[in-house]
């Protein structure tokens, strides 16, 4: 602890560093995953193939993939479009089954009630499916946030920049006050994000405290 307080300089950093390679991934991911969800919900074979594609993406270790990437796409070892692009493949994999399942749990009712009053069906997804399955989908969100933020520390072992590279530095200086700075950052920051995203899905499903609201005061 006594390092973290003596590096704060150093440790905000490197926290810049290891945000942007865990968030851009999670937004670009979202990007990709949320329309293909949309896409592959009602289409039973498709979404199968996708799920099972997702499965085995996901199971290839990330270490793995970050040093086989650069035989792929045009880049080397070290620079940090491995670790994006991997963790996008990893959050892809993720959110892909994550957004027809949060599509799942919206009532029939309401889908049944929204093609009553005329919305056609991308109209439908976009401002009836998709709004009510934020809660849902929130909390697929806040695991693959917290996913990335501890995988880019495995980034440091083939020198990628972050938090994770406090963890090599001390164990090649044999410094375990700095290994223990390391680990405690990276909670932090993971408390911090899947917070900051929990009160980001409460703000945008007001809807959602109204309904609790109604039912406490039925009580």
Known sequence: MNYL????GKAWDLTLIHLWLSLLPLVIGLLIAVPLGALIQRKTVLRRLTTLTASIIFTIPSLALFVVLPLVIPTRILDQ???IVALTLYTVALL????????D??????LDAATAVGYKPLTRVLKVELPLAIPVLVASVRVVAVTNI???SVGSVI????LGTWFTEGYQANKSDQIVAGIIAIFVLAIVVD???M???KFATPWVRTDRRAKAGAR
């Open 5 to 8: 307080l003596t590096h704060l």
């Open 96 to 103: 892909v089954r994550a957004v027809p399942e949060a599509l």
């Open 195 to 197: 917070t900051l995203i």
């Open 159 to 162: 020198g990628i920049g972050g």
């Open 105 to 110: 749990a919206v009532p029939p009712v309401v």
């Open 81 to 83: 479009a491995n670790v």
């Open 150 to 152: 501890s995988m880019v």
């Open 199 to 201: 009160l980001a899905g």
